[in-house]
């Protein structure tokens, strides 16, 4: 069950700016109302008003049944009939104060009407106090990466059974897409990434007519919502190994270089440990390799943050990152080795920072 109240807490003692806040739905859901409300679904147009003990939701007819359904305790629903129900609303609960809004999702556009309407004294940034209560993973949200995790999984680990010759990467995307939802996937957290032998060697990838050809690649990133949560896996899969040649044993190096790196950046992490130090020990251990075989191809950071979104705002494992590990992060574990014209090899599991280390979700 989600806790409102807590989420609302988080959010309130990080922010030093404002003690009210107004979010606002566009055609897309602002990641930090899914947050508040922990409602699925795209909510248009919706307003909410978040105070520290309770939230006024504003809401079209469209959606007026299903928010009575859902809503948590703390939450009080108005029906939007009209303009002049909304703004009196809106002076309710904002006129002459501070309100904090998400700088990083409302358009400016919306944030003039919002402020002439409300009669609010100033509209605030506060997304930095939504970001710091967002990195910082709650039971639920945990259930729910877990739970998203678990069905990208299942469909990665069918997916082989349709590999065959000729087969195309936008084929194989295909496949991957439906095997997720016939498994409780709401869809895609991000545009699945299937590349085929060279191809593979481009990290951001995108699926085309490539045909499947025997002893090459096979590279998956992919990740499924569940609950209005991300997951983002990554797997490198040999098809057809012709066991005995050259090309294999160059393209079982790379994995096993990889993974290698993958369970050492793995083994550093718990509370306390600085974000950098996973990426540096991947890394270098991807630098080292067959005397610098590999040195330089290891060409993005280890890990960003996963939530709400794919690329949560929370603390990642970067080179630059100074923030230091707490127990409920979740940040992914993604080492890879490009060899432009040959191929790549990425292994990527979402990691969750808990006392005792980190563990895969
Ligand atoms: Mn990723």
């Known amino acids: 069950m989600v806790s409102v109240s807590k989420r609302l807490d988080k959010v309130f003692s990080a922010s030093k700016k404002a003690r009210v806040a107004l979010l606002i739905n566009t055609a897309n859901t602002d990641p930090n109302f899914s947050y508040l409300t922990g409602f699925t679904g795209t909510f248009e147009g919706s307003l909410l008003i978040a105070l520290p003990k309770k939230e006024i939701l504003l809401v079209s007819p469209l959606e007026y049944g299903v928010a009575k359904k859902m809503k948590p305790k703390e939450m009080q629903i108005v029906l939007m009939e009209s303009r002049k129900k909304i703004e009196a ?78 087969v195309t990467e936008r084929e194989i995307a295909t496949k991957l897409n439906e095997l997720a939802i016939e498994f409780g996937g709401d869809g895609p957290s991000f545009p699945t990434i299937v590349c085929f032998g060279a191809n593979s060697a481009i990290p951001h990838y995108v699926p085309a007519d490539a045909r499947l050809e025997p002893n090459s690649f096979v590279l998956i990133d992919c990740g499924t919502k569940y609950g209005n949560y991300c997951s983002d896996v990554t797997r490198t899969f040999i098809y057809k190994p012709k066991k005995k040649s050259e090309k294999y044993r160059k393209m079982m190096d790379m994995y096993k270089t990889v ?43 280890l890990g960003h943050a996963i939530g709400i979104e794919v690329h949560d705002p929370g603390t990642g494992f970067f080179p630059s990152e ?40």
């Open 259 to 301: 993974k290698e790196a993958q369970l050492l950046a793995l083994k550093s992490v718990k509370p306390g440990v600085k974000g950098s130090v996973p990426h540096n020990i991947a890394a270098e251990h991807i630098d080292k390799a067959f005397n610098g075989r590999y040195k330089g191809k290891f060409i993005h950071t």
């Open 89 to 166: 609303t809106l002076k309710k609960y904002l006129k002459g104060k501070t309100v904090g809004i998400n700088g990083s999702f409302m358009p400016f556009r919306l944030y003039k009407r919002l402020k002439k309407l409300s009669g609010a004294k100033r509209l605030v940034d506060i997304s930095e106090a939504f970001y710091s209560a967002r990195n910082i993973k709650d039971e639920s949200e945990i259930a729910m990466i877990r739970g998203a995790n678990s069905i990208i999984k299942r469909a990665l680990r069918k997916i082989p059974k349709y590999f065959k010759d000729g």
């Open 322 to 361: 100074t923030d230091k590990l707490r127990e409920g992060m979740v940040i992914s574990d993604e080492p890879g080795i490009y060899v432009n014209g040959f191929g790549g090899v990425r292994i990527e599991d979402d990691v969750l920072v808990t006392k005792k280390g980190a563990k895969i979700l």
